[in-house]
């Protein structure tokens, strides 16, 4: 006979947006490996070009997006790994809610857990997040980037695309 609370967590589980967990893990697996490649084939801002807008460069983000406090003398490792790892509860939580209905909502934040995720590890393990996609045009280059960057752009796409369909379900 079957534990009634192990049951009932069991059913939750595949039946909350915590069944896309998979995609997080996959987002962090994915990062890490292309980041340890990237370390390994290069040297620090080395640059390697691919197409006319494209290069693999090898850069360190010590800020958060766009380099934003980059040169804050060290606090700002831990104040944005502690909002990461904040965020990233929260996003556990509303996952844990989410009802089996919803699919694109829950793969949206699990593609920006994975995101937040791989970069808080970048943080912790070296101070810094690897960053090496480098796109641009002409002699405008996008700041680096990497694969955890991208995961949270697409996740953050895929909310707009969803509130935008559906709006907000909790008005309904």
Not at 12 to 38: E, N
Not at 163 to 168: P, S
């Amino acid at each position: 006979m079957l534990d009634a609370s192990k049951s009932e967590s069991n059913i939750a589980l595949k039946d909350s947006g915590l069944r896309f967990l998979w995609i997080t893990l996959i987002v962090i697996a994915v990062d890490q490996a292309t980041k340890l490649a990237i370390i390994d084939a290069f040297k620090l801002y080395e640059s390697v070009q691919y197409t006319s807008f494209f290069n693999l460069t090898y850069v360190r983000n010590y800020g958060a997006a766009f380099s934003f406090l980059g040169d804050a003398g060290g606090w700002q490792r831990w104040f944005f790994t502690a909002i990461a790892i904040g965020v990233s509860g929260y996003l556990l939580y509303w996952l844990r809610t989410i009802g089996r209905d919803q699919k694109l909502q829950p793969i949206a934040f699990c593609l920006v857990l994975g995101g937040a995720i791989g970069n808080v590890y970048d943080r912790i393990v070296y101070g810094y997040v690897i960053d090496f996609l480098d796109v641009y045009v002409g002699s405008y280059h996008w700041p680096a980037f990497n694969v955890a960057d991208s995961a949270i752009f697409l996740g953050a796409c895929f909310l707009i695309f969803d509130w935008y369909k559906h709006g907000d379900r909790s008005e309904k």
